[in-house]
């Protein structure tokens, strides 16, 4: 297995295969553990994570591959390979706050880059849409933060006035039944 075949644009690529497609046909199903002992093999650590990434996302271990895309990112701070599978990855799993820091650092990588004109077009567009998604999802977890803080109020108001009635009430019964009984005038 030539691991070198896996970066670049057969990573790119790979973005458009489903996660864990059912098997189809009479081909044996693919074996990730196989996968995965064969990228021990390649002497460059951004390369083996990013085979590793790739073989985890294939296989449906989100959080798998999420783990491996960090941890090449510790070596590879600036990869965009990594960082654009980490933020999807991310998104996925609705991590906004490692999100945001991922999409700034894509930007920050693209910046830095020499890329041929085409190249860097269609990163500044990915980069873009995954930046979207990740201020629509942390716009979606404040408005979450917003209501659940909403609801919590309207519980205590709504509980105060129950126990306040509950109170009035039960002080009427108490005079009503002290009337009854004739030791109220």
Known sequence: ??????????????????????????????????????????????????????????????????????????IAPSDRLL????????????????????AEQLAEALRGDSLDEEARRWWERESAALAEAVRRMNDHESSL?????????ISIFVLGAVIATGLALARTGSREGARAEGELP
Request: aromatic share 4%; net charge neutral; charged share 25%.
């Open 1 to 74: 297995m030539d691991l070198r075949a896996l970066s670049g644009g057969a990573i790119v690529l790979s973005s458009f295969v489903p996660v864990a497609s059912p098997h189809q046909g009479g081909d044996a199903p693919p074996r990730y553990d196989q996968q995965l002992t064969a990228t021990l093999d390649e002497p460059d650590a951004t390369l083996r994570a990013r085979a590793r990434v790739e073989i985890l996302y294939r296989a449906g271990d989100l959080p798998g591959a999420l783990r491996e895309a960090l941890d090449g990112l510790a």
């Open 83 to 102: 960082l654009r599978r980490a933020l999807e990855l991310e998104t996925a799993l609705r991590l906004p706050d490692r999100a945001s820091i991922h």
């Open 145 to 153: 933060k917003a209501a659940t803080a909403r609801a919590r109020w």
